[in-house]
Each structure stands twice: as C-alpha cells, then as structure tokens.
C-alpha cells in the first residue's frame, strides 16, 4: 500500500496517474496547500520542502520500514524501479528517460509555473517578467514538439517521462499556447488522453476542486514562498 501525500495540481496528478498506469494499491491523503497543510510538522517529516505530493511506501522491495519519498522525479523513478515498469532495463534506455524526467523537473514546470504565476497570480502585472517566462514556456515547448517529431512517447514506449509531462501539458490553455503551433505535442497529448489508466489518475481527488485563476488572501500567503522555521 501506497500513502500518496495529495492535491490535484500538475505536479499531484503526475503522482496519482503513475499509480494508476502501475497497478498500485494507493490512498490518498489530503494535503490542502490552500489551507497551508503543506507546512505541518507531520507532513515535513516526509516532504521536508514542504512541497506536495510526497508518499509513503509500507511495502518497500526491502522488507524493511516504510520509506518515504519527496519530489516527483524521485517518486516517479522509485515506483518505476519498485514495479519494473514504464522504465527501460537497458542503460541506454533508462538514462534517456531519466534526462526527460530531468528535463520537466528543471524546466517544463517550473518555467510553466513562472508563467502562469506572473500571468495570473501576482498582485502587479510585470510586463518584464511575463514577457521572459512566456517566452521561455514557448521555447520549451518548441524542444518537447521537436522532440517528438516521428515518435508517439517521449522515449521509446510509454514512460515515466510522459507520465512526467503531460499534466503541465494540459495547463496549455491556461498558459495562452495555442497547442496548434505545435503538432506533435498535439498529437501526442490527444493519444495520452485516451489512456483509462491517465484518466482516472487525472480524476484524482476532483473532490477537492481544481487549481483556479483567484487566490483569496489566506490561499496567497500559504502558497506563496516562505521559509519553514524549527521550532522545536
């Protein structure tokens, strides 16, 4: 059994579909980063950068005590390991899957988040910022539609890798791309979508309400940076 430390977000739904395409028995634990539940003393204990999702395994490979992982792209390669799926045995295989998860950990949705945070969320428009980030959200998906010019995933056969980028993919109308500039991304986000196991993973805790374009005050100051102090 997986505990899958949750909120339906990009970087949540990557989490939830990955169980789902895996076959992983899985519950979801609530983390209302809204509320500022991602700041708890409990849940720092397992995601000490307060950010979600995070799980917990209480059926490690090991036999041991339960591990516990943070960040998606260690959570995606851990499962994947766990399982033997969706990740290439050859080491040629596995480093390219590794360098696209890589990829979208370090630039798809950071660069995308950028974006969306200065098009919608800040309290000043700054035509400086918003200029950069949608321009970098363009450029990084020209690399993405380039990349798979002649193929149907990202690496070989269906990965880790896609299951990594398709949830900020799906945020392209709200990042104001016109996906027909790019083809490829296109045909390969409309072949995603039909996946039974990607969908329920994408349905995934819609209970709590989707991520809006308005943040109230409360949900401002809990999902803006701040620093985590010990305090005891």
Known sequence: MIDLYYWPTPNGW?????????GLDYRVIPVNIGKGEQFEK????IS??????AIIDRDPEDGGAPVSVFETGAI????????????????????????????????LGPMLGQNGHFKFYA?????????????????????????????????GDYSIADM????????YKQQEIDL???????????????????RRGYEVGKEFGKPT??????????LMAQRTRETD
């Open 76 to 107: 995606l390669i851990y499962l994947a390991e766990k399982t033997g799926k969706f990740m290439p045995g050859d080491l040629r295989g596995r480093k390219e899957v590794i360098e696209w998860v890589m990829w979208q950990m370090g630039g």
């Open 213 to 222: 374009g308005t943040w109230d005050e409360e949900t401002r100051k809990n």
């Open 123 to 155: 309290p000043e428009k700054i035509p400086y910022a918003m200029e950069r980030y949608s321009t970098e959200a363009l450029r990084l998906f020209d690399v993405l539609n380039r990349r798979l010019k002649g193929r149907d995933f990202i690496c």
């Open 48 to 53: 000490p950068n307060n950010r979600m999702p």
């Open 180 to 198: 027909g500039e790019f083809p490829n991304i296109r045909r390969w986000y409309d072949a995603l979508k039909q996946r039974p196991a990607l």
């Open 14 to 22: 990557k989490i939830s579909i990955a169980l789902e395409e895996m």
């Open 164 to 171: 990594a980028c398709w949830p900020w993919i799906i945020t």
């Open 42 to 45: 409990d849940f720092l204990a």
